[in-house]
Every structure is written in C-alpha cells, then in structure tokens.
Nanobody, 125 residues
Framework: QVQLVESGGGLVQAGGSLRLSCAAS????????MGWFRQAPGKEREFVAT????????YYADSVKGRFTISRDNAKNTVYLQMNSLKPEDTAVYYC??????????????????WGQGTQVTVSS
C-alpha cells in the first residue's frame, strides 16, 4: 500500500508560481508511474501531468503545457509539479497519483490506483 502526501499548495496571485511536492512511502518508488490531477468545485477530476518511472518521459494537459513542469527524484521518493504563470482557472485541489509499473492510461484517472489527499491551490485575479 503506497501512501502519498502532497504539500506546497496555497494562495497566489495570477502570474505567480508554486511548487507542489508529493512524498511517497514506497521504497520502490522508482517502479511507479506518477501523475498529477486537479479538481475544481463542481467539475470532474482532470489530468494535469504524468511522468514515467525513470523521469525521462512526461506528458501534459494542453491547458498547462509550457507553464507547468513535472519532475521526480527517485532517491527522495518524491514527485514535483512546478507551476508558473498561474491563472485563476488553475484554482483547484491538486492530487498526486501513483500506479505500479507501466499504464496505458497515464492521462486518465483509471490509470492509477493510489491517490493522495490533495492540496488546495487558489489563484487570485
């Protein structure tokens, strides 16, 4: 059972930056595909970014491409989401997700079976 704990959320003005972190309890963290998702009030949870086990392959939602960067440090069992040029529409609860091994659904919530508790990101205009 993998436990994921997100941190780094908060309130920021439009145009600002935040870095989210997700620490995993699993010692074989490097065996997990990792993803970030977000959910705004009244909306479904949506894909933000994913990174493969080695960190060499990443994919992003079109809405965040060029502004957000996902990365991982397998030695620290941690995945990050650097968010720049934040917009009010980025306001949401951000969730970290994990899946052992490879998944063909890395951009879908169905592709993951472990989730963190979420961290709130609020971007003011």
């Amino acid at each position: 059972q993998v436990q994921l704990v997100e941190s780094g959320g908060g309130l920021v003005q439009a145009g600002g930056s935040l870095r989210l972190s997700c620490a995993a309890s699993e010692r074989t963290f490097s065996s997990y595909t990792m993803g970030w998702f977000r959910q705004a009030p009244g909306k479904e949870r949506e894909f933000v970014a994913t990174i493969n086990r080695s960190g060499g392959i990443t994919y992003y939602a079109d809405s965040v491409k060029g502004r957000f960067t996902i990365s991982r440090d397998n030695a620290k069992n941690t995945v990050y989401l650097q968010m720049n040029s934040l917009k009010p529409e980025d306001t949401a609860v951000y969730y970290c997700a994990a899946r052992l091994g490879y998944t063909t659904q890395a951009m879908n919530t169905n592709g993951y079976n472990y989730w963190g508790q979420g961290t709130q990101v609020t971007v003011s205009s």
